[in-house]
């Protein structure tokens, strides 16, 4: 079994930061792909960024260029570093930990184990 706990979220005037981290529990976290999801409401859950277990990422375009997902297999935690945030980034935002992400270009699915975190809500306001 794999836990996840997620923090750093908050409130954040528009332009700020924000970095989030995702704990996980579990001797199997530094062979494994993860992702950050957000939900905003109203609206379906979108993948924002993810990683595999060798340490390439992918973005949603909405967030290209302004988030960037990192992970510290020592510390089993990945971050979600959020600079120029924007009201439209407000959402209660994931981690999810799986077996891997199957590429076909710039879409990524995942595939195999499949964990939750319980969310850390975001929100840009001023």
């Known amino acids: 079994q794999v836990q996840l706990v997620e923090s750093g979220g908050g409130l954040v005037q528009p332009g700020g930061s924000l970095r989030l981290s995702c704990a996980a529990s579990?001797?199997?976290?530094?062979?494994?792909?993860m992702g950050w999801y957000r939900q905003a409401p109203g609206k379906q859950r979108e993948l924002v960024a993810a990683?595999?277990?060798?340490?390439?990422?992918n973005y949603a375009d909405s967030v290209k260029g302004r988030f960037t997902i990192s992970r510290d297999n020592a510390k089993n935690t990945v971050y979600l570093q959020m600079n120029s945030l924007k009201p439209e980034d407000t959402a209660v935002y994931y981690c999810?930990?799986?077996?891997?992400?199957?590429?076909?270009?710039?879409?990524?699915?995942?595939?195999?184990?499949?964990?939750w975190g319980k969310g850390t809500l975001v929100t840009v306001s001023s």
């Open positions: 999810r930990v799986i077996g891997g992400w199957k590429e076909y270009g710039s879409s990524w699915y995942p595939y195999g184990m499949d964990y």
């Open positions: 579990g001797s199997i976290f530094s062979i494994n792909a």
């Open positions: 990683i595999t277990s060798g340490g390439s990422t």
